[in-house]
């Protein structure tokens, strides 16, 4: 037991720091999640599009399991719902016919711009808390531990 001291009863700074992290991603990925719920939608699903929208509406499969941390066996099964929903195509690259692009409809589009606003509201009034120079403070300080 004493040797689980310094892990988990008297952790140092830095394990600290990253169970805050963790703890406080956790909390502001389930406000998002429950919004999604509450309307019947599936978060994970909504990511894929937005993900797609930030790629300027077409991606390939590949780099869309790369964005969003799947494998890319995992990004087909996840795609199948989006398409029979309406929400994204499936078509042939234009240049390299072996090759797949998955592209938002206008539909996608749609459920994006309804119901994003709301979604951002809810997890921006769990940030409160912090005033602007302190957001400012937090994506400076998160940019530097991401290396970038």
């Known amino acids: 037991m004493e040797d689980l001291q310094e892990y988990v009863l ?10 805050t992290l963790v703890e406080t991603t956790a909390n502001l990925v389930a406000v998002s999640e429950k919004y999604w719920q509450s309307t019947g939608l599936n978060g994970a699903r909504i990511r ?5 929208t930030k790629q300027g509406g077409s991606i390939l499969p590949s780099v869309l399991a790369e964005r969003i941390g799947v494998t890319k066996a995992n990004i087909s099964l996840l795609l199948v719902p989006l398409e029979k929903d309406g929400y994204i195509t499936r078509s042939s690259h234009s240049q390299d016919g072996r090759k797949t692009v998955i592209s938002i409809t206008g539909q996608g589009q749609q459920l994006l711009t309804g119901h994003l606003p709301e979604n951002r509201r809810a997890v ?12 400012l403070m937090l994506i400076s300080l998160l940019q530097k531990l991401n290396g970038g």
Do not use: K, S, Y
């Not at 008297?10 to 169970?19: A, G, H, I, K, S």
């Not at 894929?48 to 797609?52: A, D, G, T, Y």
């Not at 921006?124 to 957001?135: K, N, S, V, Y």
């Open 48 to 52: 894929i599009l937005v993900e797609i």
């Open 10 to 19: 008297d952790p140092p700074l830095t394990t600290r720091v990253f169970f």
């Open 124 to 135: 921006a009034t769990r940030m409160q808390g912090l005033d602007e120079q302190e957001m």
